[in-house]
Nanobody, 125 residues
């Protein structure tokens, strides 16, 4: 049974930083691309970042590029999201997911499954 557990969310002031973690179990972690998404109240889930199996390639949404960094440690079966220069518009529940389908660019939630429970990030202005 695949399980993803996010942690590291919290309340931070604008301009601050947080590091999210997502620990995976029940799958061959190093075989899968991983992604981070977020969902704000009343909005659809949106793509944040993705990383290849080895960690050698990453991609980001325009809204976080240059501020967020996705990384992974395959030995620990964990993917991370370092978030710097946080803005109030970054407030959302953040989810990690396993990319199972390669029908597009990796920006759509439909290309992922095995979602974690999410971790709340709140940025105060």
């Amino acid at each position: 049974q695949v399980q993803l557990v996010e942690s590291g969310g919290g309340l931070v002031q604008a301009g601050g930083s947080l590091r999210l973690s997502c620990a995976a179990s029940g799958l061959a972690f190093s075989s899968y691309r991983m992604g981070w998404f977020r969902q704000a109240p009343g909005k659809e889930r949106e793509f944040v970042a993705t990383i290849t199996q080895s960690g050698g390639a990453t991609d980001y949404s325009d809204s976080v590029k240059g501020r967020f960094t996705i990384s992974r440690d395959n030995a620990k079966a964990t993917v991370y999201l370092q978030m710097n220069s946080l803005k109030s518009e970054d407030t959302a529940v953040y989810y990690c997911a396993v990319r199972r389908y390669y029908t597009g660019s990796g920006y759509s939630p439909a290309e992922y499954d095995c979602w974690g429970q999410g971790t709340q990030v709140t940025v105060s202005s």
